[in-house]
């Protein structure tokens, strides 16, 4: 069965400074899908950036990168430059190729300090 | 295009009553979903639609939960007989292939009292 895990329940980071996400997550299957998606505080979800599991090449989007890590099972998110709008949770999902059903973690709540 | 929408956005029923919500997609997407999310929680699958057909729904589903999606347009969900437990915001979620993002609606809160 497929598991995401988020073990930071909540973040904080300085306005204009980095701060990195953690996700891992567990599949037995050699061909999936990677996310992470924003939810602004009572407002819908949107996509951050998408990896695809057979790509070595980290997802950038401009301020936000991952660094995944397949042989950890690893997928991480960073915030360059960060920003008041940042704030919000951040939900790591995997989709296995073949199913239908995209597994969500916990979230993590991003607070942004002025 | 206007994005995923749903509607109403927030239900206030009395524990025993059945309530219906409606999504309505990204035209061009055939690929439809239904979540449920508890405060502080990770989005619940619920159910998937590809068109018309429902290919899968979760086991935690009790038979309350119904879903349709007919001409594999819009979709609605129906609980019927709402329970306490059944408070939470459901959301809905289109895509438009296999292993793309999932475009969310804005949600339909539901209070059960």
């Known amino acids: 069965a497929q598991t995401v895990t988020q073990s930071q329940p909540e973040m904080s980071v300085q306005e204009a400074e980095t701060v990195t996400l953690s996700c891992t997550y567990d599949?037995?299957?050699?061909?999936?899908?990677l996310f992470w998606y924003k939810q602004p505080p009572s407002r819908q979800m949107i996509l951050v950036i998408r990896?695809?599991?057979?790509?070595?090449q980290n997802a950038t989007e401009n301020r936000f990168s991952v660094n995944f890590q397949k042989a950890a099972k690893s997928f991480s998110l960073k915030i360059s430059d960060s920003q008041l709008g940042d704030a919000a949770m951040y939900f790591c999902?995997?989709?296995?190729?073949?199913?239908?059903?995209?597994?969500f973690g916990t979230g993590t709540r991003l607070k942004v300090l002025a | 295009d206007t994005g995923v929408s749903q509607d109403p956005r927030h239900k206030i029923t009395k524990r025993g009553q059945n309530v219906t919500f409606r999504c309505d997609p990204i035209?061009?997407?055939?690929?439809l979903y239904w979540y449920r999310q508890t405060l502080g929680q990770g989005p619940e699958f619920l159910t998937y639609?590809?068109?018309?057909?429902?290919?899968?729904k979760s086991r935690l589903l009790s038979d309350r939960f119904s879903a349709e999606r007919p001409k594999g347009s819009f979709s609605t969900l129906e609980i019927q007989r709402t329970e306490q437990g059944d408070s939470a915001m459901y959301l809905c979620?289109?895509?438009?292939?296999?292993?793309?993002?999932?475009?969310f609606g804005p949600g339909t809160r539901l209070t059960v009292t």
């Open positions: 979620a289109s895509s438009p292939g296999q292993g793309r993002e999932q475009y």
């Open positions: 599949t037995s299957e050699s061909d999936y899908y």
């Open positions: 990896q695809e599991a057979y790509k070595q």
């Open positions: 999902a995997s989709l296995s190729s073949g199913t239908y059903k995209y597994i």
């Open positions: 035209s061009e997407h055939n690929r």
């Open positions: 639609f590809q068109n018309e057909a429902q290919l899968e």
